[in-house]
Each structure stands twice: as C-alpha cells, then as structure tokens.
C-alpha cells in the first residue's frame, strides 16, 4: 500500500539555523512528491514537488527537499529559518495505482524561536 | 486564479442531523476529493470523484456519501451526524501535478 509517513510531531529551530522536515514514503512505481504548508486558519498551499530530473528541487518562500530513491525519502529544507516559516507542513505522494488520489502524511508543526 | 470554494467557513450541526458540504471549482477539473484533517492524522480521504455521477470511496467513507451532479459540484454528505465527525474538511481539486484547495469547513457535531 502506498504511504506516507513523517516521523516527527513538532520540529523546533532557531531564527537563522537550518531546519529539516523529515519525510520517508512508500510507493508502487516512480513516485510523485510534494510538500504543502498550512499556516494558522488558512488553507494549504502548495510548496514544492519532485516529478523526476533533479534530486534536489526548489520551491517557494526558500525550501527545498531532496529526492533520495535509495532511502526512500524526500526531506524538507531551508538553509536558515524564519519565525514566520512556524505553520503545519505535510509530506504528500501521488497514488497512481488507485487511480490519482494523493496521500499525505500526518504533518510536522514547526516552530521557528526568535 | 484557481478558485475551490466551500459554502461554509464554520458550522455548527446538532446529533443526528443531515448535513452538506458543498464544493465548488471553475477550473472545468475533473478530479475532486474530500478530505478530513485531524490533528495527528494528517488528511484523510473520505471520498472522490473522477467525473459526474461518479464517486468512489477512499480511506474513511463510512457515514458520509457524496454527491456529483455536475462537473463543478462536488457535494459532501453526513447522513446522521455523529460528534466524531468534527473535523476540518477539505475539499480539493487536480489536474496533472498540481492540485488546488479549498479553505475547508470546520464543522463541529453537538
């Protein structure tokens, strides 16, 4: 079965310190990633995603995540945080098999301290 | 822009009531789904659909159907609400890669 699981609950950062957003996936066939970020009583937006080509994609507001098929993870990144990067993140994969439904994981809080 | 519009922010429904949650997009999508989304559980597929007067179910559908009579709407039932069914729903739409979202209805059973 397709999965997707993000191992930890809250991830804490200081302002200017590099943060990772961990995320480990299971799939049938060449998965389809993305990473979504929900800030406070808004909706979710759309951050990055990880098709095929490069392993190391770049998305909005400064975040990456790499693609790594031998451990079957696709990481969240941002060189130095901000305090306004502290919002809900999910990992989310593409299902093909059951026919384009999108599997997210639980999320991960960030918080980013001054 | 994209738009996915949900008819409610909030609402507030009492045990045992039928309630809809209507979705909309003008993206001319076929592919739309609801989800719930729980605290520590992510979200969930409750149901989705490919084309009009079709529905499939997804991960949790039990107590809910839906509803699809045209291509834009995408309806969301409760038959008997239940207070476990408390929730943030969130509708959404895909096309290709990208999929698109609703500001979800935060519905509240009592």
């Known amino acids: 079965a397709q999965s997707v699981a993000q191992p930890e609950d809250q991830v804490n950062v200081a302002e200017g310190n590099p943060l990772t957003v961990k995320c480990t996936y299971s799939v049938s066939g060449n998965p389809y990633l993305f990473w979504y970020v929900q800030y406070p009583n808004r909706g979710l937006q759309f951050l990055l995603k990880?098709?095929?080509?490069?392993?190391l994609v770049k998305g909005s507001y400064g975040f990456e995540a790499e693609f790594n098929k031998s451990q079957t993870s696709f990481h969240l990144k941002k060189p130095s945080a901000l305090v306004s990067d502290s919002a809900l993140y999910f990992c989310?994969?593409?299902?093909?098999?059951?026919?384009?439904?999108?599997?997210f994981g639980a999320g991960t809080r960030l918080f980013v301290k001054a | 822009d994209v738009k996915v519009t949900q008819s409610s922010r909030y609402l507030v429904k009492r045990t045992g009531e039928k309630v809809f949650l209507e979705c909309v997009q003008d993206m001319d999508h076929e592919n739309m789904f609801w989800y719930r989304q729980d605290p520590g559980l992510g979200l969930r597929l409750i149901y989705f659909?490919?084309?009009?007067?079709?529905?499939e179910k997804g991960d949790i559908p039990e107590g809910y159907s839906v509803s699809r009579e045209k291509k834009e709407r995408f309806s969301l039932i409760l038959e008997s609400a239940s207070t476990n069914q408390t929730s943030m729903y969130l509708c959404?739409?895909?096309?290709?890669?990208?999929?698109?979202f609703g500001q979800g209805t935060r519905l509240t059973v009592v």
């Open positions: 989310a994969v593409r299902d093909w098999t059951g026919g384009f439904k999108t599997i």
């Open positions: 659909s490919y084309d009009v007067k079709m529905k």
């Open positions: 959404v739409t895909t096309m290709n890669t990208e999929a698109f």
């Open positions: 990880y098709i095929t080509g490069d392993n």
